[in-house]
């Protein structure tokens, strides 16, 4: 369970956050005041008219009275709308700006920060929490706002009338704020279980939805909707838990105000027959009453409203203060022709024992050339690929591009010369052009230009809507040998210096792929090509290749050359060979 936060610096941290919106507080606050001053005056005329036609006996001032109640309500009316404009325009805004600002922090993050937040925490962020905090900031301003000008407006007129009555109608008020901060206190652990426990099950049909496939596949249907029925059935137990307290937050709240109403009927009688007060004074002062147990009552939403929007704002804060990756560095060399690396060491860990490791002792390789990474699966290939793209940080040794060294502070840098094709596909569910442009601006023949590169615009040309096709969740609507040419596109499409592929050649026909090779290595867009595959066939044209095993570079040199010196490489080749020999 969390440490419950400060109120005074939640307080701070949102009046910071608002500040730029602070012109329309400003004047819907104006507002409020003339809404609530000719609201006030209500009760005040409904007193002069009273008290004036029993003492004159005149019935002429009656009409001239009911005017100025109609026309105070309708002031207050339009005073009080114009200021609800006002405050919610603000945060509407400012829920924009909460979430421009949460996606801008999402994608500062480095790939160890990301993983610490499951994909369920960033949507209920992005949707629920951003939303309460609007909620909370628009709403919440309003009410306490509203409830600072009813007691500033209507306790001079109650004192007027009577200061010994007003003294005793007031006593129930501190019991009111007692009730309330027992009820806060238990609304507030409850509310940032529930939001954990939304996350957790947002989490769960996220990846049954994309997993839905292999769910039907085993046929285990069954046992993840009881699954999701367990997590669902917890999620409730904590919303009916929250929500009893919100049921019980608002009939307390009526209940201990009425008693003021009690103490005045109680005590205003006598007075009325006793002429210390008029019936008009009386009647007026049932109204100040009935508006201030309004504004209590409406404190009531206030509280739940307040608990969801602070234990929103923790969640989000707990966002925006981890650890994003430096935006600049020192001037980085652009387009290196040298790699170093030396006493490169990168663990992986399972519950925090060690599953594997890459040790690389001494690397040097010159660039300008296309070079192969090869080996079994789990020798380290993908790894060394993502360290040298910047998504893992080795914390032991380090790498130099032309005796520049790498740290952590280059990582942004090192990504505007290198581009990566990764080994797990990605697209969004956007239209083919979107993959490969992601949202940039482009013409037609680029687009076709970077789908003749791989290979995919004769298929693309057969689509009903061609470039505009809708892939689908993840791709869905795509073969995988055709996702895995789109992401190459997607790569030729934004060409860096230096290109990573990461074996996407898997699911690709030998035609296809030599074709694809090709244009590859005689392309002159690249400077430098890394070539990830456990197929010599695709290796085989790169000028130099790294051999792995077990988290170890044991050879490099050319196809020729490993056939001669490296054992393993040489038995790959020919089982490789046989299985193409019985295919054809």
């Known amino acids: 369970m969390q440490k419950k936060e400060s109120l005074v610096d939640f307080l701070r941290e949102l009046f910071v956050f608002s500040s730029s919106y602070i012109h329309l507080y400003f004047f819907a606050f104006i507002f409020l005041a003339l809404s609530n001053f000719f609201s006030a005056k209500i009760p005040n005329s409904v007193q002069s008219a009273i008290d004036s036609t029993a003492n004159a006996g005149a019935s002429d001032k ?45 994608c500062s993050f480095s790939i160890k920060t990301l993983s610490q937040k499951s994909i369920g925490d960033y949507v209920t962020n992005m949707s629920e929490d951003t939303t309460q ?17 009813v007691y500033v407006f209507c306790l001079p007129y109650m004192i007027a009338i009577s200061p010994k009555l007003t003294m005793y109608a007031i006593i129930p008020y501190p019991l009111l704020l007692i009730y309330i901060a027992v009820l806060n206190h238990k609304l507030y652990y409850l509310n940032l279980d529930m939001k954990a426990k939304l996350a957790q099950v947002t989490d769960f049909v996220s990846q049954s939805v994309y997993g839905i496939y292999v769910i039907k ?9 009881q699954k999701f029925d367990a997590e669902s059935d917890e999620l409730f137990t904590k919303q009916w838990r929250a929500t009893l307290y919100n049921l019980i937050l608002m009939p307390g709240l009526i209940l201990i105000s009425s008693f003021g109403e009690w103490i005045v009927i109680y005590l205003g009688v006598p007075m009325i027959n006793a002429g210390e007060i008029s019936q008009g004074q009386f009647i007026a002062y049932h109204g100040y009453i009935s508006i201030l147990i309004f504004s209590s009552v409406a404190v009531g939403f206030g509280v739940s409203t307040f608990n969801r929007g602070f234990t929103s704002w923790i969640r989000l804060r707990e966002i925006y203060t981890l650890e994003s990756e430096p935006e600049k560095s020192d001037a980085l060399v652009e387009s290196p022709n040298k790699l170093e690396v030396s006493r490169l060491k ?49 914390k032991e040794g380090d790498f130099q591009f032309d005796d520049q060294l790498i740290s952590s502070k280059h990582y942004a840098d090192l990504r505007k010369f290198i581009s990566y094709v990764p080994q797990n596909v990605f697209l969004f569910s956007k239209s083919i052009e ?45 073969s995988l040998g055709q996702k895995q040419r789109l992401t190459l596109a997607r790569s030729h499409f934004h060409p860096k210096d230096v290109l990573l592929i990461d074996d996407c050649f898997s699911a690709l026909d030998t035609v296809t792929e030599e074709t694809i090779l090709q244009s590859l290595i005689q392309s002159d867009i690249y400077k430098t090509l890394f070539l990830c595959s456990h197929r010599i066939s695709t290796l085989k ?12 570079i044991t050879h490099k040199g050319s196809h020729d050359q490993l056939l001669k010196t490296c054992p393993y490489y040489q038995e790959i080749w020919s089982i490789q060979q046989m299985f193409e020999e019985v295919s054809s």
């Open 62 to 106: 009656i009409i001239w009275f009911a005017g100025m109640i109609i026309a105070c309500a309708g002031v207050q009316f339009i005073f009080r709308v114009l200021a609800r404009i006002l405050v919610y325009r603000a945060c509407r805004e400012q829920e924009h700006s909460l979430r421009d600002k949460l996606m801008e922090k999402v």
């Open 346 to 394: 990168f663990t992986h860990y399972i519950h925090d024992k060690e599953s594997f490791s890459l040790d690389i002792e001494s690397l040097n390789l010159d660039l300008n050339k296309s070079i192969g990474i090869f080996g079994p699966i789990g020798s380290g290939k993908s790894t060394f690929i993502k360290l040298l793209a910047g998504i893992y940080q080795a």
């Open 217 to 225: 596949s085993f046929h285990a249907m069954t046992s993840f909707s």
């Open 541 to 552: 044209h790169c000028e130099q290749i790294l051999v792995f095993d077990k988290g170890e």
């Open 434 to 478: 979107d993959n490969i442009s992601f949202f940039e601006d482009f013409t037609q023949d680029q687009i076709k230009d970077a789908l003749t590169f791989a290979d995919l615009f004769s298929d693309v040309e057969k689509f009903e809507n061609g470039t505009e096709t809708i892939v689908g969740e993840r791709g869905v609507r795509l």
């Open 133 to 149: 905090v609007r909620i909370f900031v628009g709403f919440g301003f309003v009410q306490l706002a509203n409830i600072i000008m």
